[in-house]
C-alpha cells in the first residue's frame, strides 16, 4: 500500500504543471473535498522545535529509524496532498517557487513549475502520519489546522524504515508552523 501511494505521488509530481491541466484541477478538487483528518493532541507545536536541518541534509541522513527535525516548505507539485491519507510532499527551501519570479503570477505557486525536475525530485521527501498501529492516518492534511500547500514548516520525524534513496519518507511526530 505504501509504496502504491509513493508511485502515485511520484506520478502526478512528474504530469505537467499547466494550471488548465484538467488532471490538475480535477485532482486539487478531489482533494478540497476530502474528510480531513483527526490530528493527535499538540500535532502541530506551539514551541519552537528547535534547530532543523534541510530537506537535502535530511537525504543525506536516510536511514530508517532516524529522529530528524527538518525544515521546508509543503509543496513541489500541484497538489501535495493526499485524498484520503494524512501525508504530504515537502520541499527544500531551496526549490526555487513561481511567487519568487517577479512577475509571475502562478496561481498555484508551491507546485515549483519554473523548477528543473531534477531538482524537484531531489529536494522532496514524503511526510507522513501514522495512527497508533502504525498504519497512514485517514484523511486528508489539507487545511488542518493551518497546513496547507506552499506554508513553511519544520517537522520533527522519524525516518521510516522502508524509506528509499530515490524516495525518502519520514513519518511525523510534531509540526512546527513557521
Known amino acids: 500500500m505504501n509504496k502504491l501511494i509513493i508511485l502515485t505521488l511520484l506520478s502526478l509530481f512528474l504530469?505537467?504543471?499547466?494550471?488548465?491541466?484538467?488532471?490538475?484541477?480535477?485532482?486539487?478538487?478531489?482533494?478540497?473535498?476530502?474528510?480531513?483528518?483527526?490530528l493527535p493532541p499538540n500535532?502541530?507545536?506551539?514551541?519552537?522545535?528547535?534547530?532543523?536541518?534541510?530537506?537535502?541534509?535530511?537525504r543525506k541522513r536516510n536511514e530508517g529509524g532516524q529522529l530528524l527535525v527538518i525544515q521546508g516548505f509543503i509543496g513541489g507539485m500541484?497538489?501535495?496532498f493526499t485524498q484520503s491519507r494524512a501525508l504530504f510532499i515537502l520541499g527544500d527551501e531551496?526549490?526555487?517557487?513561481?511567487?519568487?519570479?517577479?512577475?509571475?503570477?502562478?496561481?498555484?505557486?508551491?507546485?515549483?513549475?519554473?523548477?528543473?525536475?531534477k531538482k524537484l525530485i531531489d529536494g522532496s521527501i514524503t511526510v507522513?502520519?501514522?495512527?497508533?498501529?502504525?498504519?497512514?492516518?485517514?484523511?486528508?492534511?489539507k487545511n488542518v489546522m493551518?497546513?496547507?500547500a506552499g506554508k513553511k514548516i519544520k517537522v520533527e520525524c522519524i525516518v521510516d524504515s522502508q524509506s528509499m534513496p530515490s524516495s525518502m519518507m519520514v513519518n511525523a511526530k510534531?509540526?512546527?508552523l513557521l
Open 43 to 58: 500535532f502541530i507545536s506551539k514551541q519552537s522545535l528547535g534547530e532543523a536541518i534541510s530537506v537535502l541534509e535530511a
Open 15 to 38: 504530469a505537467s504543471c499547466d494550471s488548465e491541466d484538467r488532471t490538475h484541477r480535477s485532482v486539487k478538487n478531489i482533494v478540497d473535498d476530502s474528510i480531513k483528518a483527526n
Open 146 to 148: 493551518g497546513i496547507k
Open 174 to 176: 510534531r509540526i512546527e
Open 78 to 80: 500541484v497538489e501535495p
Open 94 to 117: 531551496s526549490i526555487k517557487t513561481c511567487d519568487k519570479i517577479p512577475g509571475d503570477h502562478c496561481p498555484t505557486p508551491w507546485d515549483a513549475c519554473c523548477e528543473d525536475r
Open 128 to 141: 507522513r502520519l501514522l495512527d497508533n498501529q502504525g498504519q497512514i492516518l485517514q484523511g486528508t492534511l
